[in-house]
């Protein structure tokens, strides 16, 4: 069984910075791609950063510029360190991977819990 775990939300100011960061465990062959969601409410979720196993990345426009997704792929971890935050980053920021297991079975698309930032004075 695999999972995601995610840490590394809270409160911060506008300007300020946060790192959100992802661990995945369990039967775990390859990790094709990890990266990160968000859900504001109200709002469906929407696509912030996602980086591949060959290094490649994308971010939304909207983050472009102010956050950076890294990965180390020996420990199966994704960071995102968002920078120049702004009230309407404010949402549940998810962790998202793309894993097939030992057992040859996916790959399947795998979701954390949730993490929630908030951009406020």
């Known amino acids: 069984q695999v999972q995601l775990v995610e840490s590394g939300g809270g409160l911060v100011q506008p300007g300020g910075s946060l790192r959100l960061s992802c661990a995945a465990s369990?039967?775990?062959?390859?990790?094709?791609?990890m990266g990160w969601y968000r859900q504001a409410p109200g709002k469906q979720r929407e696509l912030v950063a996602f980086t591949t196993s060959g290094g490649s990345t994308r971010y939304a426009d909207s983050v472009k510029g102010r956050f950076t997704i890294s990965r180390d792929n020996a420990k199966n971890t994704v960071s995102l360190q968002m920078n120049s935050l702004k009230p309407e980053d404010t949402a549940v920021y998810y962790c998202?991977?793309?894993?097939?297991?030992?057992?040859?079975?996916?790959?399947?698309?795998?979701w954390g819990q949730g993490t929630q930032v908030t951009v406020s004075s």
């Open positions: 369990g039967s775990i062959f390859n990790i094709n791609v």
């Open positions: 998202n991977a793309i894993i097939t297991s030992n057992s040859g079975r996916g790959p399947y698309n795998y």
